[in-house]
Every structure is written in C-alpha cells, then in structure tokens.
C-alpha cells in the first residue's frame, strides 16, 4: 500500500509544481511587459515635454523679437508725429525690418478710425480701412499700452493666414491715435512644428489663453482661430501651474494622445506637443505579443514536462538532476542581478548604494588603521541648461561621457567611482590625503575639459565640471556622512558659487 502512495504523491507535487512554475512565469511576463509600458509612456511624455520647451521658447523668441519692432514703430509716431515726412522715412524703416525678420508678413500704421497711414509695402495702399478688425476694436477699448495677441485671419494685403500682433499709441494728450500692427506668418510656425518628427498621427499647436487656437499640425484651415475652450488639453493647462502632461482624446480628430504643455513665458500663450498613444505603444505592442507568445510556447513546453513526469516517475532522477541544473541557473541570475543592483545603469559607475556600503566599510577601516581617507564629490556645470538645449538623450551621452573620462583615472583597485544622484558624481580614496585627492580632482576637471563637448549654455562653451574634495584620519565615534561627505560637499557648493569649472577643498581634519 506504501508503494502504491508514495508515486501518487510525488506525481501530485510534481504537477502541482509544473502548475506554480507556469503560473509565475505568466505573471512575470505581464508584469514586466506592463512596467515595460509604463516605461515607454515615460520616456515618450518627457520627449513631448522637450519638445513643448522648445515651442515655447521659439514662439517667446518670435513674439518678443515682434514686439521689439512695434515698441520702436510707437516710439516714433509717438515722438516724431505722422506727418507726410514722418510717414514717409517710418515707410523706409517698416520695409527694412521686413526684410530682416522672415517671421514677419508685414507692418502697419493705422489711425484712429483705422484708415492706413503707412506699411512695409512696396506702394502704400490710403483707401484701406481695417477698423472692422478684432485687434483694432479692442485697442480702441482698452488703455493697456502692452502688445496685444489677436486671432489669427487672413491678410488683406498678402492672402496669407497671419497672426496680429498689435500695440495702441496715443496722441500727446493720452487719447487714442491709433494702431501699429506686425502680422506674424502663420506658416512660419508650420514651419518649425513641421520640422520634428511625431509620427503620422502626432500634433503640436500654440493656443491663446483664451483658448483661440492659433497655429495646429497638422494644418486645418477650418481650425484655425477656433475656440478650443472645452478640450481637455485646454482644460489640464488652465488647472496647472503652466505646464503638464495628460493623455486624452483629440477636440478636432478624435486621436488619443499623450500631449504635454508649455505656457510661453511672457505671453497669453501656450503650447502643446503631442504624440499618438497608438504610435506610442505600437512597438510595445509588438514586443509584447513576442513575449507572450515565448511564454506560451514555454509554458506548453512545461505542460508536456510535467505530463511526462507523472507518467514517468521512475525518472524522477534525471527530473532531480535537471532542477539542480535549474537551481544553478538561478544562482547565476541572482549573482547577475546583484551585480547589476550595485551599478548605474546609464553611467556604468557604481551606484549610491554601493557607494554608501563602501564608505561606511573604508571609514570604519580608516578608523580602526588611522589611514587618512579622501572624497571627491563632482557636479556637472550648468547640466540643466545643457538638457535644456540638446535633450535628454543628449545629456545622458554627455553623463556617460564624463563618468568615463572620471572612470579612467580611477586606476587603484580600493578608489571607487559612484554616480551620487542626477549629474552629481563622488570619488572614494582610502590611504589619500587632501594634495593626492586634490590633485586627482584637476586631472579630472582637466579631462573633462579635453572631450571638448559644445555647450551654449555654459560661459565656458563646452562641458566642465566643478569638485568639492575633502579629506580626513576618522575617529571611531564619527559618522562617515557627516564628516566626509558633508565637508566635500560644501567644498563643491564653494566651487560653484566660485564660478564653477574648478576645484575647491575644506582644510584636512585629523
């Protein structure tokens, strides 16, 4: 009877194993194939939130480049008068700003009852009158002498769709005279939007706060000048602080997308880029179906297995052997991935956990051998301009090249270099006083300086760093925060108010 119960009992746990294993393996794939979402919908909403930065920006330039050009136009009505001569040499001056901004489809001067004073045209045209416009209405209105956003329509003197830019000047009594106007090429900003790749299905527009839609891609006559009031994306901006990012179905087409807005500083205006969810996820889409299908194939593999084992339980040997071989498959991942946890992912560098375990290990090791021991902390000068500028992807190329160029030079096998956080780098050195560490520390900021990596937004025009460096004989009651990290780390806040691109050190504490 013992010899009947003991197959049936091992084929019961045997099944029941082969059951638990494929049910794991299923769970794993979702659950790595949904982080694999959620990470893809990551990266995507900072790249539209990149790409609104850069709208935004573009359309401050535009918008205040304009406004320089109608301040200079009321400056000289308001002073020089529109008289016959006046009109004439301001006729001149109107011809040549078109000429040197291609933004611009044309300037104008209007009187109070909307009649045309001058233009930037060839042949001034007298027998217009653009009263009847928006803009000028509410110039007429309103005493504000700031520049004014209208809605976009369509030039009488070009046929080209443009967006008014206006500002009111007044007779020397404060009264109303008039309007200069600077009619801003729609196309100018199709243009610009035209020029980044988002997909066939994504869309990027500029909208005032208002919420009169201005300049959409993809293009839509129809849209234009529309009141988008009671869209999502209108409704997520006018709730935020000026900017944020939310998924939601298209006001005019009915495409979900993951947009991201950008209010325009210094202006009633703001910016959208948006990518379609569907393009977004089409390779996550792909991938997982792959997986998923691995998976299947895999866990149909493991159903045979198993099937196989209740019915051959005399080779429950063989079945042992395999689970050791298993077993030690596993061992190896785990060792992989432990590896793996105590590394930065984007730099190669150890990471901060590593980086924590080895200084309390050196600090206590430090104490017990009164050896001095040093710290170099490193920040990456003005990083946040640089991603700024040229992107993320481009700020975690320069990321990866710094940390090599530190990497390099970090020959002895106790030094340890660490991503400490963001662009910020620290640099462990047992048995090294304050001139080795300090020395160090140049042969750093030095290579970095010779990658030579462009950078506008630094004075410096390429990539420098800044390093604090600090070193110490610790005492047995000291805590290793407190008193290496901290010290490097004001030493690299004295770098950095001290013009950066440079090495600052705190007196050596023994």
Known sequence: MNIRYQPVRVSTMAFGFVCVVC???????VALSWNARDQQLKEMREETT????????????????????????????????????????LHRFLQQQLLEQPHLAG??????????????????????????????????????????????????????????VTRRFNHDDGSFAGVVLASVRLDYFSAFYNSF????????SMVLDNGTLLVRRPFNPANIGSDMSRSLVYQGYRHSDGSGSLVVKSFYDGVTRLNSFQQVEGWPVFVAAAFSRDEILAEWWRRTLFHSLG????????????????????????????????HRALESINATLQKMAAQDGLTGLANRRQFEARLAEEFARAAREQTS?????????????????????????????ISHAIDDLVHRPGDLAARYG????????????????????????????????????????????SAGVHALTPRPEQEAA??????????????KESGRNRVESTPANT
């Open 50 to 89: 990149n790409l609104a930065h850069a709208a935004a920006h573009h359309a401050q330039s535009t918008f205040k480049v304009t406004d320089t050009v109608l301040f200079g136009m009321v400056e000289r009505l308001e002073f020089d008068g529109t008289g016959i001569l006046q009109m004439q040499r």
């Open 197 to 204: 790749d988002i997909g066939t299905a994504g869309a990027m």
């Open 295 to 326: 998976i299947l194939l895999l866990v149909s593999i493991l159903g045979l297995a198993g099937t196989h084992l209740v019915q051959q339980i005399n080779l429950r040997a063989r079945a042992q052997q395999d689970l050791m071989k298993a």
């Open 422 to 465: 963001g662009e910020e780098m620290a640099v462990l050195l047992p048995n090294t006083d304050l001139t080795g560490a300090r020395v160090l520390a140049e042969k750093f900021c030095a290579a970095v300086r010779a990658l030579e990596m462009v950078h506008a937004g630094n004075p410096a025009s390429f990539v420098t760093i």
């Open 482 to 495: 407190a008193a290496l990290v901290q010290p490097a780390d004001q030493a690299l806040y004295h770098a």
């Open 373 to 401: 021991l040093a710290l170099i902390m490193i920040d990456v000068d003005f990083f946040k301009r640089y991603n700024d500028l040229y992107g993320h992807p481009a700020g975690d190329d320069c990321l990866r090249a």
């Open 23 to 29: 049910l794991l393996l299923v769970i794993m794939d």
């Open 107 to 164: 300037l104008f001067v209007y009187d109070e009852q909307g009649n045309w004073l001058t233009s930037s045209q060839a042949q001034v045209s007298y027998n217009l009158n653009n009263s009847d416009r928006d803009y000028f209405a509410w110039h007429r209105t309103h005493t504000d002498r700031g520049p004014h956003i209208g809605k976009p329509v369509i030039s009488r003197s070009t046929g080209l769709w443009i967006i008014p």
